[in-house]
């Protein structure tokens, strides 16, 4: 059975810094192509940055600078360092999974609010 498992939201002050988490199981997760996305209300679900399973990377231009994401194949999980955050970063995020081999998998999500 796989799951994704994100932790490390919760309300924080602008300009303020979090750090999420997403921990994989059932997946072999250093194939796997591993990205955060966002979702606020009324809107549509964005990718906020990705990792391949051979260290490459990409941002939104919006995060560009204040977020970074990393992985670490030995404890299955991807970490999205979020600095310097904004009103308008909060959103639900989520963690995803792709690989071949898996196909897509989803987290469950994680909420991030910051207060202005």
Request: glycine residues 12%; contains cysteine.
């Amino acid at each position: 059975q796989v799951q994704l498992v994100e932790s490390g939201g919760g309300l924080v002050q602008a300009g303020g810094s979090l750090r999420l988490s997403c921990v994989a199981s059932g997946i072999i997760f250093s194939i796997s192509s591993m990205g955060w996305y966002r979702q606020a209300p009324g809107k549509e679900r964005e990718l906020v940055a990705g990792i391949t399973s051979d260290g490459r990377l990409n941002y939104a231009e919006s995060v560009k600078g204040r977020f970074t994401i990393s992985r670490d194949n030995a404890k299955k999980t991807v970490y999205l360092q979020m600095n310097s955050l904004k009103p308008e970063d909060t959103a639900v995020y989520y963690c995803r999974a792709d690989s071949a081999l898996h196909g897509r998998y989803w987290g469950q999500g994680t909420q991030v609010t910051v207060s202005s």
